[in-house]
């Protein structure tokens, strides 16, 4: 039986009767701006279909929550998940990352992954090396969650750019990462989580771009170019989908990429699940340092974590030592999170921004300059004790004999 709605009331054919029927039906033909010639040859059953097609496209034109109020400029990543999509905010004028996941089946890994990756943002506050959250919404039998858009890509897309230039991270640039990172599992350790999916596709880059104040006393050859823009890169960690409690051990786990996960969670050892993430950022960094791409088995995938981890030639004995350290068979003896930030290897280095260097090679300039004054100022003080001791040694010679005259006369 179809219905009729109006002023929120429901009405059936039935209950439509008399005059109320006709008062209906002449208001919507005015509505419509229907002659009354035209209306007069159309059935009062006619009219009922013409106003119920008319109400099933308005519902079905109402754009989405997504539509309204993002513009969507392009796909940035997609997987098993879903789609990721680079959009810009209508109102405020911002970018995000919405991810826009597949529709998810009741009680499957996939609905799992993606509520745990909701409740996890709504734990975690803002946090310098974690992905902001901003907000997640269903539609159309999809999830979508709304977060912070990170310009730089993945640390997985800065590692094959990297390997398509046959070029190596500096140093100081892979202890910059490892610091960041360790910054934000800190974080996320602290509040009893572990996230238990690290790896360089869920480590985000965000790149700050600020031009770089040359002092106008600086000299020219300081190593710098004038107007050079300094790229602020901060590493972030994101996709939360595997996070799991801490406070209890748990029964089972959704296994995140076996690249990187260590052994205890196969022989379902859950008592140190972020010493799990510790593994992983280890071999990350080994990945970054040019030691990828990591088996998924096999006699080197165990042989790793027997702890036989492949020397890196190209970078110092100290990082080295840490990534082994990272990696060791024996969760309990992996450096925590916290011991990693303030880890001394790490921190000269992952504190110093190429601001800071500036400075710095200000400071050591200035203070070369006025020693060269203070040489300067010496040297010309030694050159005039020197002609002083000239002078009166030149007096000194026949000082006390009487000088003698002589003169002659033609």
Not at 343 to 365: C, F, I, N, S, W
Request: proline fraction near 5%; include cysteine; charge should be neutral.
């Amino acid at each position: 039986m179809r219905t009729l709605t109006h002023n929120g009331e429901i009405y059936t054919p039935t209950k439509i009767k008399g005059g109320f029927r006709a008062k209906l039906l002449r208001r919507r033909s005015r509505s419509l701006k229907w002659t009354l010639n035209e209306s007069s040859e159309k059935s009062d059953n006619e009219l009922e279909n013409e106003i119920q097609p008319t109400k099933r496209f308005h519902s079905a034109t109402v754009p989405s929550r997504y539509e309204s109020e993002f513009l969507e400029i392009e796909e940035i990543g997609s997987g098993m998940f879903g789609s990721v999509y680079k959009c810009i905010h209508r109102l405020d004028g911002c970018l995000y990352a919405i991810k826009k996941l597949k529709k998810p089946l009741k009680g499957t890994s996939d609905e799992r992954a993606a509520l745990k990756e909701v409740y996890a943002h709504a734990v975690l506050d803002h946090h310098k090396h974690v992905v902001r959250y901003y907000c997640a919404w269903a539609e159309n039998g999809h999830m979508l969650i709304q977060n912070e858009y990170c310009n730089g890509g993945t640390l997985a897309q800065a590692i094959e750019e990297r390997l398509k230039k046959n070029e190596r991270f500096p140093e100081a640039e892979v202890k910059r990462i490892l610091l960041h990172i360790a910054q934000g599992l800190r974080y996320i350790h602290s509040l009893n989580l572990a996230h238990l999916d690290i790896k360089p596709g869920n480590i985000f880059i965000s790149k700050k771009n600020r031009p770089v104040p040359i002092s106008p006393t600086s000299s020219s050859d300081d190593g710098f170019e004038d107007g050079e823009y300094d790229d602020d890169l901060t590493y972030k960690i994101g996709d939360l989908g595997h996070v799991t409690s801490t406070a209890k051990v748990p029964d089972a786990l959704d296994e995140g990429d076996c690249r990187y996960m260590p052994a205890e969670l196969l022989q379902d050892n859950y008592k140190h699940l972020p010493k799990a993430d510790i593994f992983a950022l280890g071999l990350t960094i080994y990945e970054v340092c040019d030691g990828g791409p990591l088996p998924k088995n096999g006699d080197e995938w165990h042989s790793i974590r027997e702890g036989h981890l492949p020397y890196l030639p190209y970078y110092s004995k100290e990082l080295n030592k840490l990534l082994k350290q990272m990696i060791h068979p024996d969760p309990e003896l992996r450096p925590t999170s916290a011991a990693l930030v303030h880890d001394k290897t790490l921190v000269p280095y992952g504190r110093k921004t190429k601001e800071q260097l500036h400075k710095e090679l200000a400071a050591e300039q200035q203070k070369n300059h006025l020693l060269s004054i203070q040489l300067q100022v010496a040297t010309e003080l030694n050159q005039l004790n020197d002609e002083c001791n000239k002078k009166r040694l030149t007096r000194l010679v026949g000082g006390k004999v009487n000088r003698s005259s002589s003169v002659t006369i033609f």
